[in-house]
């Protein structure tokens, strides 16, 4: 097996692959996908070759292993945040820009909050790349070196738990047979349920990230 | 195979089983160790009865599916959550010892983390309990039926990413090679090590936590 994939009777031009090359926008592509389907666990180079239908010999010569893999996918996710926003913006704009555009990155890939949470930021420009700007627009905004990155983290934390809300289902809270049993939240969770898919979610996200910020506020 | 294991030698006493019997504790012990291991996607019924020795027939006596199975392992997790504060202490302080308490109980566990976040509250006497305790708690504090959800989420979900950097590595913010092209966070990085492993994912969440609940205080 080569790099490439041929429909039946399509001859093989020697020493040039034809058909779908394996680029880093396909392997991510496909990555994504087996990692929503397979979890971190059943996320190997070897799988992903199966899925990709090359061979492993063939995936190598991209990634080396597991951990180029996933910060290849890992990559592709955050260069799609806004962060350049603390550049642009005042800090107080900008942290709300740069929170819902990853709020909305990892809402579209749920099984990648997890891994990215533990991730070190070792050996990935993309993420760098985002640290320095944030840490950069935070600095300016008066945090110092030392409580800096706790700030950061502190928005990260909340977002990416928020990322998760926003991916659970609008009747998380039926109380369903027990509403009697739990009257409260029988009552609080029909009062929560917004007039379209995700307002709920939306709703809880806005509050704590205007409460968030204006602790953080406070404090730099 | 039933739903004992035996030594070699061990006779089976007919009609009454001898060795370790399958109780839910067992169930959930085991359960706790598979998910960890394999993550969501390879934890089914058919898994953990082999994890455990037994028949999947014997484990369908407790668990009919693998949403049962989530929920006894989810229930166990829970229950080590202090919620009764809600009803022993001041909001102020209860929102504190709460989520720490809860924090706590999901780093000890982080792959519940992603399956918990979007789990429905139907079917669990457990988890119904503690959001009807917090509940009580926030709308006593003065939050409405229609906000008192979206406080209590926005609260949880910055409790639960904070759970996933508490088990990130140490080094996280280690630039490595790259810490010449991205000095603020090299230098951040290194301000930000406690003196003690997992002081600064403890910073971050403290800080965070103080500051989510200022800005909730104020709107309540």
């Not at 008066?142 to 950061?152: C, H, P, R």
Request: aromatic fraction near 6%.
């Amino acid at each position: 097996m080569g790099e490439t994939t041929r429909g039946p009777g399509e001859a093989r031009s020697p020493g040039r692959p034809v058909g779908r090359v394996l680029t880093p926008d396909r392997i991510v592509r496909e990555a994504l996908v087996l990692l929503e389907k397979s979890g971190d666990a059943g996320f190997t180079v070897t799988a992903l070759a199966r899925a990709l239908g090359v061979a492993p010999s063939a995936l190598y010569n991209h990634v080396t292993n597991k951990r180029e893999l996933l910060i290849l996918v890992q990559d592709h996710v955050i260069g799609q945040i806004d962060h350049r926003c603390f550049d642009e913006l005042p800090w107080a704009e900008a942290v709300g820009v740069w929170a819902r555009s990853m709020r909305k990155a990892f809402a579209a890939h749920p099984t990648l909050v997890p891994i990215y949470a533990v991730m070190s930021v070792t050996d990935s420009r993309v993420v760098l790349d985002m640290y320095e700007t944030v840490t950069r627009g935070f600095l300016a905004a008066g945090w110092s070196d030392t409580d800096v990155l706790q700030a950061i983290v502190s928005v990260e934390s909340f977002v990416l738990g928020s990322a998760m809300d926003a991916v659970a289902p609008e009747d998380v809270f039926d109380t369903g047979a027990m509403a009697e049993d739990f009257p409260l939240v029988a009552r609080a969770g029909v009062a929560a349920r917004g007039d379209h898919a995700g307002a709920r979610a939306e709703a809880a996200f806005e509050l704590g990230l205007a409460s968030l910020f204006d602790g953080l506020d406070a404090r730099r």
